[in-house]
């Protein structure tokens, strides 16, 4: 199952130059959904738990095609270029980071697809409390009270 379409990247394109052929942007999105399944830093593998976990569809039809729209837009990963015209001279900086392979899941594409971890808070009080045994109103313990100072005479 490949995790986003040609029209998802057709969609989201906003490079100057004309995508590639639908075929190729195909093969591309096939790749990108191999490599996010092959990814290890990413557990349990997103294929577990597509139907299961809310918004992973959605997350992971994000990351394919934001891995495919930078290959494709920069096939030659440069990170910048400079140039001067007399007398001649030329610059380009490469994204080290991914020059293994022009198609890669960072650690921002991870971190979108990374299970969320949910924790639950019910109240956070600035301040102790304690309940006292004739009401369930709860109200401040004198004992548990820090006088930080500062105040009038202090």
């Known amino acids: 199952m490949v995790y986003a379409d040609v029209a998802d990247v057709h969609g989201r394109w906003v490079a100057s130059a004309i995508p590639p052929d639908d075929d190729v942007i195909a093969r591309y ?16 593998p997103v294929a577990e738990r597509l139907g299961i976990e809310p918004g992973l569809d959605v997350r992971a039809r994000i990351v394919c095609v934001r ?5 494709l837009t920069n096939p030659d990963q440069v990170r910048s270029r400079a140039e001067t015209d007399g007398p001649y001279s030329g610059t380009l900086t490469y994204a080290t980071e991914t020059l293994a392979g022009a198609l890669a899941v960072t650690d921002d594409d991870r971190a ?13 009080l600035p301040y102790p409390v304690n309940t006292w045994p004739d009401t369930e109103t709860p109200r401040l313990d004198p ?12």
């Open 112 to 124: 979108l697809l990374s299970p969320r971890k949910r924790g639950r808070v019910s109240s956070i």
């Open 67 to 71: 891995m495919v729209m930078r290959c």
């Open 29 to 44: 999105l096939e790749d990108a959904t191999a490599l996010i399944d092959a990814d290890a830093k990413i557990t349990p």
């Open 143 to 154: 004992k548990q009270v820090v006088n930080y100072g500062g105040g009038h005479g202090d």
